[in-house]
């Protein structure tokens, strides 16, 4: 009976990691989308108010406002993978999607199949995860890398 106990706890602290790793990308999710549009709306009022002529580029105001652009600017360019990625909301749904898999197959699991169920999801959680982290690390969210192209093509006359 303590082999059992032993894979519940195992199942549990999966669960636990998944949960909260599903948490974590929710809120950073959140994070930078609102910090996404509020760079974009400062990028898109700040020049309008200059250029309408609300105050002029001279005064304090409007070096300000200069100054506000060119970082928020900066750092929209910077952070734009982070800011506006397709991918993390993508990341969210295969987190709670193979969360969801994970207990639907520990509940239909038969006594001796659960250590493998866990085994299989435990793999291809740390799959997944690592995955994650490589492309944040590598900051491959930004690259467009072209498509492998089989065919080498002939050179012009």
Not at 119 to 125: D, I, L, V
Request: proline letters at 6%; a negative charge; hydrophobic letters at 40%.
């Amino acid at each position: 009976m303590a082999e059992v106990a032993d894979v519940d706890t195992l199942i549990r602290e999966l669960d636990d990691r998944m949960r909260h790793d599903c948490t974590r990308l929710s809120m950073w999710r959140v994070v930078h989308r609102t910090t996404g549009l509020f760079y974009t709306v400062v990028l898109i009022v700040v020049p309008a108010v200059l250029a309408v002529g609300f105050t002029s580029s001279e005064t304090p105001l409007g070096k300000v406002l200069l100054l506000t652009t060119a970082v928020v600017g900066g750092l929209n360019v910077t952070f734009r993978p982070y800011l506006h990625s397709l991918k993390r909301r993508s990341a969210v749904n295969t987190m709670r999607h193979l969360r969801d898999d994970f207990r639907a197959d520990v509940a239909n699991a038969v006594e001796g199949e659960v250590l493998a169920v866990y085994r299989k999801y435990s793999a291809t959680y740390a799959t997944i995860f690592e995955e994650r982290g490589n492309e944040l690390i590598d900051g491959r969210l930004s690259v467009e890398e072209p498509p492998d192209d089989p065919q080498p093509k002939p050179p012009q006359p």
